[in-house]
């Protein structure tokens, strides 16, 4: 892990111009806000108006504020979903707007103008999202809620992909099943892969509901969100967001977690990609390929939320599986044929072709498909010539793959008291992928590997109202991230699994791959505490986030060794090569070459650094003039020093 110790200030002034209608902005937190203008008809400011917000999911009216001098108020730390958003003032028609849309790291603008009358009498309205107005601060985002999650179209089924149809947002080199490669980057990610207005993709900072989502070892997305039915918004800010969001600077991305409400809902899909259906390439048909390689994937899943007591406690629960089945081949591999095999065996007791031939368990080189065959030279003891070996072109073929993974979301939301609520939610993930010919198309048999792992995250939001000036906004969360690189099951019960990795110049390693097993396993707990108050034309927002990150890497390591196999003789001042061994004949030798080499690590392959950050915050949002706000933001980021636990003791000093 790389040694980060940053200190980091961020002074933030943005100014924003408000307008009078009900329009969306942006806010910073992982739940919404509403926030908006109260005028007369007449266009004079309504002071000490009441404002409330009710829930038209869960039933009930969680946010209360009142107007400044200015006509302005502000609620926040509200779930996302629909409200309604009440106005009442002496002298007054109450003003009822319907239908808004709250969403997490959002602020919706509701105002409006009360007309003269009763408080009997009320005016109702449907608000309206048709205008995309930046009003509330000078940031740049952008969000996508579920009408856009659940039908655009995106092939790796993560909604985080969605924010790629965003300005500045640009894409690497992402293949059907969202993959990427470091044909567009110089260095990859985890999961889906961006850069933002020309910043490095590993400057993105990743939430789910407000908290910590990052690979910390390669940046990217830890917990990958692959069931879209799970989550009801994706929020992207790319500048100039507030000082409640740090870490990222090249952006920060939010994904917000499905709700139940007072109405039982649900849905159950299946997906099936299928080469059964698909045409034969031509190139492919013209040389005699009548059928396409298995390749059929099923993903299937259900969703169902609701109430459990209503107005009160509420739940959602969604599960997906991914079943991937697929007949692959190998790359193409030059070896020895059944004669090559023959002529080598020939040669008498050799411990060197009797690893090589349990090494290739059965596969030889095609006799059809001839490559050029290779000389074993002369027997060094009789001086006399060996044949050559015939080799042919040959690649393993009708590899079944098994890819299995599923995922499991839960969340509960409850409104305890009319000033706490509480969320939880809960995610697990297992994946794994056996063989692994991704990475290692060119591995043997005796010698495949696997990877995969589980990963779970829960998180916990309280929201306490103090009055209608004070909220507080508590989290905490913990994630674990488990992955592996290792045998399998039968790689790891063969005996030639503990041997050194062999390479022969020529041929494919003779070995397990010399960088396996490998492995991480990051724990991270975090806690943000978010304090709201709002005072004449002042709202304040002060708050902290703590996280301490405990790591278990089981790093690259070559500690079953490795013997590489090179042409060519060993030449001494006194003696000269009278020619040119080939690689393999040093090898039936069991002589590396002039410059092979056998190399071995010996240590420990774990580290566990660890390391706390923390980041104290201070947000005012000014209301000089009912349409005139300036924005002004402190953040201090203390990311610490990782502490690590040795590979090797240290000495002071060597004696014999």
């Given at each position: 892990?790389r040694?980060?110790?940053?200190?980091?200030?961020v002074l933030?002034?943005?100014?924003?111009?408000v307008a009078?209608?009900?329009v969306?902005g942006f806010?910073?937190?992982?739940n919404?806000t509403?926030a908006g203008?109260?005028?007369d008809?007449?266009?004079?400011?309504?002071?000490?108006?009441?404002?409330?917000a009710?829930?038209?999911?869960?039933?009930?009216?969680?946010?209360t504020?009142?107007?400044?001098?200015?006509?302005?108020y502000?609620?926040?730390?509200l779930?996302p979903?629909k409200?309604t958003v009440s106005?009442?003032?002496a002298g007054f028609?109450e003003?009822?707007?319907?239908?808004v849309?709250?969403?997490?790291?959002?602020?919706?603008?509701v105002?409006?103008a009360?007309?003269v009358?009763?408080?009997?009498?009320?005016v109702t309205?449907?608000a309206?999202i048709g205008?995309?107005l930046?009003?509330?601060?000078?940031?740049?985002s952008?969000?996508?809620?579920?009408?856009?999650?659940?039908?655009?179209?995106y092939?790796?089924?993560n909604?985080i992909?969605l924010?790629?149809?965003?300005?500045?947002?640009?894409?690497?080199?992402?293949?059907a099943?969202?993959?990427?490669d470091?044909s567009s980057?110089?260095?990859?990610t985890?999961?889906l892969?961006?850069?933002v207005?020309?910043?490095?993709p590993?400057?993105n900072?990743?939430?789910?509901?407000?908290?910590?989502?990052n690979?910390?070892s390669?940046?990217?997305?830890a917990?990958?969100?692959?069931?879209?039915?799970?989550?009801?918004e994706?929020?992207i800010?790319?500048n100039s967001?507030?000082?409640e969001?740090g870490?990222?600077g090249?952006s920060v991305t939010n994904?917000?977690?499905r709700?139940g409400?007072?109405?039982?809902?649900?849905?159950a899909w299946?997906l099936n990609?299928n080469?059964?259906?698909g045409?034969?390439?031509a190139?492919?048909?013209f040389?005699?390929v009548?059928s396409?390689?298995?390749?059929n994937?099923?993903?299937?899943?259900y969703?169902?939320?609701?109430?459990?007591?209503?107005?009160?406690?509420?739940?959602?629960?969604?599960?997906?599986w991914?079943?991937d089945?697929?007949t692959a081949?190998g790359s193409?591999l030059t070896l020895p044929t059944?004669?090559?095999?023959?002529?080598?065996q020939?040669?008498?007791a050799n411990a060197?072709?009797d690893?090589?031939v349990?090494?290739l368990a059965g596969?030889r080189?095609s006799s059809t498909n001839l490559a050029?065959?290779v000389s074993?030279?002369?027997?060094p003891?009789?001086g006399?010539?060996?044949?050559?070996?015939?080799?042919?072109?040959?690649e393993?073929s009708?590899?079944?793959?098994?890819s299995?993974?599923?995922?499991e979301?839960v969340?509960?939301d409850?409104?305890?008291?009319?000033?706490?609520?509480?969320?939880?939610r809960?995610i697990?993930s297992?994946?794994?992928?056996t063989p692994d010919?991704f990475?290692?198309p060119n591995?043997l048999?005796?010698?495949d590997?696997?990877?995969g792992?589980?990963?779970?995250?829960?998180g916990?939001?309280?929201?306490h109202?103090?009055?209608p000036?004070?909220?507080?906004?508590f989290?905490a969360?913990f994630t674990?991230i488990?992955f592996?690189?290792g045998?399998t099951p039968?790689?790891?019960?063969n005996?030639l699994f503990s041997h050194?990795?062999?390479s022969?110049?020529?041929?494919p390693?003779?070995?397990f791959?010399?960088?396996l097993?490998?492995?991480?396993g990051h724990k991270?707990?975090q806690?943000q505490?978010?304090f709201s108050?709002?005072?004449?034309?002042h709202s304040?927002k002060?708050?902290a986030?703590?996280?301490?990150?405990a790591v278990v890497?089981l790093?690259?390591?070559?500690s079953?060794g490795t013997i590489l196999y090179?042409?060519g003789c060993?030449?001494?001042?006194t003696?000269?090569c009278s020619?040119?061994?080939t690689?393999?004949a040093?090898?039936v030798d069991?002589f590396?070459g002039?410059s092979?080499?056998?190399?071995?690590?010996f240590g420990?392959?774990v580290t566990?650094?660890?390391?706390?950050t923390?980041a104290?915050?201070?947000q005012?949002?000014?209301?000089l003039?009912?349409?005139?706000?300036?924005?002004?933001?402190?953040?201090?980021e203390?990311?610490?020093t990782?502490?690590?636990?040795?590979?090797?003791p240290a000495a002071?000093?060597?004696s014999q």
């Amino acid at each position: 892990m790389r040694n980060v110790h940053r200190n980091l200030t961020v002074l933030v002034l943005t100014f924003a111009f408000v307008a009078l209608s009900v329009v969306p902005g942006f806010a910073q937190t992982s739940n919404g806000t509403i926030a908006g203008t109260i005028t007369d008809v007449s266009g004079a400011a309504v002071v000490k108006a009441a404002v409330s917000a009710t829930s038209q999911d869960l039933g009930k009216t969680l946010g209360t504020a009142f107007t400044d001098a200015t006509g302005g108020y502000r609620i926040d730390a509200l779930f996302p979903g629909k409200y309604t958003v009440s106005v009442k003032a002496a002298g007054f028609s109450e003003l009822k707007v319907s239908d808004v849309d709250v969403r997490g790291s959002y602020t919706s603008t509701v105002s409006g103008a009360l007309e003269v009358g009763t408080v009997s009498s009320s005016v109702t309205v449907e608000a309206s999202i048709g205008q995309e107005l930046q009003t509330q601060s000078g940031e740049i985002s952008k969000s996508f809620g579920e009408a856009e999650i659940g039908n655009l179209p995106y092939a790796n089924l993560n909604p985080i992909s969605l924010v790629l149809t965003g300005a500045g947002v640009a894409a690497g080199n992402q293949p059907a099943g969202g993959n990427t490669d470091n044909s567009s980057f110089s260095f990859r990610t985890n999961g889906l892969q961006f850069s933002v207005n020309g910043t490095s993709p590993r400057a993105n900072n990743f939430l789910i509901d407000g908290q910590d989502n990052n690979d910390n070892s390669i940046a990217g997305q830890a917990f990958q969100p692959d069931n879209s039915a799970a989550y009801g918004e994706v929020t992207i800010l790319t500048n100039s967001y507030s000082a409640e969001f740090g870490r990222g600077g090249g952006s920060v991305t939010n994904i917000i977690s499905r709700g139940g409400s007072n109405t039982f809902h649900g849905s159950a899909w299946e997906l099936n990609r299928n080469t059964y259906y698909g045409a034969i390439p031509a190139d492919q048909g013209f040389n005699g390929v009548t059928s396409n390689p298995v390749d059929n994937e099923n993903v299937f899943g259900y969703a169902f939320g609701g109430p459990i007591l209503k107005n009160k406690l509420f739940f959602f629960q969604t599960t997906q599986w991914d079943r991937d089945r697929v007949t692959a081949n190998g790359s193409p591999l030059t070896l020895p044929t059944a004669n090559g095999i023959a002529t080598l065996q020939s040669l008498g007791a050799n411990a060197n072709v009797d690893y090589l031939v349990a090494a290739l368990a059965g596969l030889r080189g095609s006799s059809t498909n001839l490559a050029a065959p290779v000389s074993l030279g002369f027997d060094p003891v009789t001086g006399l010539p060996r044949p050559d070996v015939e080799m042919g072109h040959v690649e393993r073929s009708g590899i079944g793959e098994k890819s299995n993974a599923r995922t499991e979301n839960v969340k509960v939301d409850w409104i305890a008291a009319e000033k706490d609520s509480f969320s939880a939610r809960y995610i697990r993930s297992d994946s794994a992928l056996t063989p692994d010919l991704f990475n290692f198309p060119n591995q043997l048999e005796p010698f495949d590997s696997q990877q995969g792992g589980p990963s779970q995250t829960v998180g916990a939001t309280w929201v306490h109202t103090f009055s209608p000036r004070a909220v507080n906004e508590f989290r905490a969360s913990f994630t674990e991230i488990s992955f592996s690189f290792g045998p399998t099951p039968a790689t790891a019960a063969n005996p030639l699994f503990s041997h050194a990795a062999i390479s022969v110049s020529g041929l494919p390693t003779l070995g397990f791959p010399s960088n396996l097993p490998q492995g991480r396993g990051h724990k991270t707990w975090q806690y943000q505490d978010a304090f709201s108050y709002s005072v004449g034309k002042h709202s304040f927002k002060a708050g902290a986030d703590v996280t301490y990150l405990a790591v278990v890497d089981l790093i690259p390591f070559n500690s079953r060794g490795t013997i590489l196999y090179v042409k060519g003789c060993a030449v001494t001042p006194t003696t000269a090569c009278s020619y040119q061994p080939t690689a393999l004949a040093n090898f039936v030798d069991d002589f590396t070459g002039p410059s092979g080499n056998a190399s071995k690590v010996f240590g420990s392959p774990v580290t566990k650094p660890f390391v706390t950050t923390y980041a104290p915050y201070l947000q005012d949002t000014w209301r000089l003039t009912s349409n005139f706000t300036l924005d002004l933001g402190f953040r201090y980021e203390y990311w610490g020093t990782p502490e690590n636990t040795l590979l090797f003791p240290a000495a002071e000093e060597l004696s014999q």
